[in-house]
DNA sequence: CATTTCTTGTGAAAAAAGTAACAAATGGGC
DNA sequence: GCCCATTTGTTACTTTTTTCACAAGAAATG
């Protein structure tokens, strides 16, 4: 019960959407909640039932008929299939206004992913300690990376410098970067780049605010 | 030249795609840079030259066949469409950590955003002042964002608040929310709500890192 | 154990988005 | 003014994603 298929191409959105469904059903879990239907679950999130189950349905069928999905056991499974039932450390790159206030963010250990070392190349900034987490100079980037074998960066220098030091990372083993500063990266596409982009996220907004069509 | 022509439905993406065109429009208006083509602009983007087209294709005919796009005139287009070319004054509502990495953000400014007043609830802020903005205490918010006849906000408090001040903020006039907490916000469904979700952006980034699939 | 009530998992249909291809402009050279 | 090299705008096509609808499985009831 419940075997992977690959048969079908898997939606990219179909993947984003497995974490928001995590973080719903933990919160369900804190809430002592053992089942829940795609039913119940969907009024929490901004989908229907029908996407729910057709997202798990990728990867196998976890729910019981006439019942529902058991809580904890499908955060498991969600767990294994996005890979975050084992933490991942994380590096972080610029240690600014925005580095610092996620250096303090608890909310990646939702997800199993840890902000391991943080680089800057200010050299008043190394040192310092946020989150519990040093700044170190960025000189030592490119070893510490490579000998704690971090896979993962969070890239949050100024734009001009964005390109330059995804370079880097790429050289010593970065394979996943989440980018803050506002450019494209261009890099070997086994790198995996995601971008938080809020200016052009308000741009959106702006946009529907003024054509006033119902939002989703 | 160049009349909106409404009888497609424009793709949801597209106009997130426009915020996008306009950063690199004015990157290479920057460089002086006069006249490009779909092609070289894609360059530097994550698309290319046909959904380039496209997209503007959905508001009009801006640029010259056999040329390429006036910079300075598509800029002005594209802020026309979105509505970036005006001034928006935007509230913010908690600064913690994040709030005040956000109030000393100059990239809002690139789409004719300016944070105009910030609040939070600690009344050991209130008075402080981040990035030129005085931070205000929450009991004004209402009725300042209200006076101010503000539209936008910018939501980051902890999530467990985050419900309960929306509601307030649609109460006093707020008709659109960029929402950093992690939590989907539940309102009239002409309020338009954009989710910054960093945290499950890192998830599925994790989810690709895992299966090696080429990125894009 | 037959019946009823739920609720999943999944093909099939529908909708949406993205890509390709090309006719129609444009401008420059000669 | 005519040809040639360009590059747009748009229609037709392809792919991807979402939604629907329902058969099949599971428990509860009497
Ligand atoms: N502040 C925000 O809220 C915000 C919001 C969205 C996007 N961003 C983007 O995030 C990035 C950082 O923004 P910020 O506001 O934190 O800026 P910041 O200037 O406060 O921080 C940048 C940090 O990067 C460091 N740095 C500069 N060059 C470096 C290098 N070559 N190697 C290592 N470290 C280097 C600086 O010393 C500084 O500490 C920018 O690209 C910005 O556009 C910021
Ligand atoms: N820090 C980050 O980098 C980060 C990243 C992603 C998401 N977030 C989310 O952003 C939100 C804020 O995170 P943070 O790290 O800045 O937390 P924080 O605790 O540093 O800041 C929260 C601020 O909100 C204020 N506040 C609390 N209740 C309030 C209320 N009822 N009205 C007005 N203000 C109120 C607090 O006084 C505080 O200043 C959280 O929901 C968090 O999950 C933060």
Redesign the pocket.
């Known amino acids: 019960?419940?075997r992977k298929?690959n048969?079908?191409?898997?939606?990219?959105?179909?993947i984003r959407?497995l974490s928001l469904y995590l973080r719903a059903l933990k919160w369900l879990s804190r809430k002592k909640i053992k089942v829940?239907?795609?039913?119940?679950?969907t009024k929490y999130l901004n989908?229907?039932?029908?996407?729910?189950?057709?997202?798990?349905?990728?990867f196998?069928?976890?729910?019981?008929?006439?019942?529902?999905?058991n809580v904890e056991a499908l955060i498991r499974e969600i767990e294994k299939i996005l890979g975050t039932n084992m933490v991942w450390d994380i590096a972080l790159i610029g240690a600014g206004k925005l580095g610092t206030a996620l250096l303090g963010y608890a909310g990646f250990m939702e997800f199993n992913l840890k902000i391991a070392i943080a680089f800057d190349n200010d050299r008043s900034k190394a040192g310092r300690v946020f989150g519990n987490i040093r700044i170190e100079p960025i000189s030592r980037m490119k070893k510490e990376i490579r000998e704690k074998k971090i896979k993962i960066a969070l890239l949050t220098v100024p734009a001009q410098y964005a390109q330059k030091i995804s370079e880097d990372l790429v050289q010593c083993g970065i394979k996943a970067i989440l980018n803050f500063a506002p450019v494209n990266l261009h890099l070997a596409n086994d790198i995996h780049v995601a971008h938080v982009d809020m200016a052009s996220e308000l741009g959106s907004l702006v946009y529907r605010l003024k054509h006033k069509s119902s939002h989703k």
């Not at 048969?7 to 179909?14: N, R, S, V």
């Open positions: 019960m419940g298929k048969k079908d191409i898997i939606p990219h959105e179909a959407r829940v239907s795609s039913d119940e679950i989908t229907i039932p029908a996407q729910f189950r057709k997202d798990l349905s990728y196998g069928g976890f729910g019981k008929r006439g019942v529902g999905y």
